[in-house]
């Protein structure tokens, strides 16, 4: 029985880590987050505050058994988007320092750490970078706490009985309702607020990002490909792109995504949906009253500076998955299939009219 530790497991990452890891026979999870989850059968969850290195040190010291470590947690900036990025490094590594040190310290039986970071690696959130971005380009400027992460890691397990791998996912797409960090809640909130005033689905973003080439990473792909990180000894102290493995344009899948909300699909109107939606806290109480959606607080359903950072690229996103494909995970998501099952799922379990 292999025992696994999820860093961050409420997340739009970790709790399909832990569902995809609870389903197979031969893992337990134990699931680390501030808030506390619901235990069952094989999963149970330990509440702690990774950035206090005595609260982590006490908490974790009892993982003996832990052989993998899937490390997904995430301090977002105390400002949201525009935040300054060099803020954000500390409180970012401070909690992958403190969960690594004390399991390490725990479990002598600890095989590999997991390590979810994501294509900013290569600058894609500053403007255009090389594509498809290939694991071994060269890092862009600094601050960035992924690279503050990845070299406290590599350096820490020198010499140690484990291994690590580094993930780079995506935008994540996942049916997390309560997990503000997902594309897929702010297209599903957006649209239920524009059908109310009978508008079209009209794309908030810039022009150039309506048809620039992008992707995305479906949760449950990722979780796919993270089980898989953690097992296969090829991918020891070793970087993997994984994405769904295909491209798309916005203005391709745009009809699409409008026909789950029967609506007509509009062209591009630019707005900023943080200053849209900063007063529609109240209208989203009523549509939860009138369609009897279930009571998510607006704040925790959508992150709208993540949705103004999406659809604001306006420059081709795209990074190779051939180096994951010849270590031997061969996976791949249709995204605009995608969209739309997804989104059809938000509105048939009433998360959205």
């Given at each position: 029985m292999k025992t696994a530790v999820v860093v961050g497991a409420l997340g739009v990452i970790g709790r399909y880590v832990v569902d995809k890891l609870a389903s197979l026979p031969d893992w337990q999870v134990?699931?680390?987050?501030?808030?506390?989850g619901e235990s069952r059968e094989r999963v149970r969850y330990i509440p702690v505050d990774l950035t206090d290195a005595k609260d982590a040190e006490a908490k974790l010291a009892g993982l003996k058994e832990a052989t993998h470590v899937f490390y997904a947690a995430f301090q977002p900036p105390a400002a949201g988007a525009g935040a300054n990025a060099a803020a954000n490094v500390a409180p970012n590594v401070d909690m992958l320092v403190n969960s690594v040190t004390a399991i390490?310290?725990?479990?002598?039986?600890l095989e590999r750490v997991v390590l979810v970071t994501?294509?900013?690696?290569?600058?894609?959130?500053?403007g255009p970078f090389r594509t498809p971005a290939r694991e071994d380009d060269p890092r862009h400027m600094p601050p960035d706490f992924y690279f503050d992460q990845t070299d406290w890691l590599t350096a820490f397990q020198e010499a140690k009985r484990w291994s690590w791998t580094e993930v780079r996912p995506h935008t994540l797409c996942g049916f997390s309702p309560g997990t503000a960090m997902s594309i897929l809640s702010v297209i599903a909130a957006y649209a239920a607020i524009s059908r109310h005033y009978a508008l079209p689905l009209r794309f908030p973003g810039k022009p150039g990002a309506f048809r620039a080439v992008y992707q995305v990473t479906e949760s449950s792909h990722l979780a796919n490909a993270l089980?898989?990180?953690?097992?296969?000894?090829?991918c020891a102290n070793q970087a993997f792109n994984i994405t769904n493995g295909d491209y798309f344009r916005w203005c391709n899948v745009w009809p699409k995504i409008a026909a789950v909300f029967d609506m007509p699909a509009g062209d591009v109107?630019?707005?900023?949906?943080?200053?849209?939606?900063?007063d529609k806290a109240p209208l989203w109480e009523q549509l939860v009253r009138q369609h009897g959606l279930k009571p998510y607080r607006f704040d925790e359903l959508v992150a709208w500076p993540f949705g103004d950072y999406v659809f604001g690229c306006d420059w081709d996103v795209m990074t190779s998955t051939v180096k994951a494909r010849r270590h031997g995970f061969?996976?791949?998501v249709d995204s605009e299939e995608m969209f739309v099952r997804l989104l059809t799922r938000f509105r048939e379990e009433r998360i959205v009219p």
């Open positions: 134990v699931g680390l987050s501030r808030r506390a390490d310290r725990a479990s002598r039986r994501g294509n900013k690696v290569y600058g894609s959130h500053l089980h898989w990180a953690a097992t296969e000894p090829r109107q630019t707005i900023s949906l943080v200053q849209h939606m900063a061969q996976d791949v």
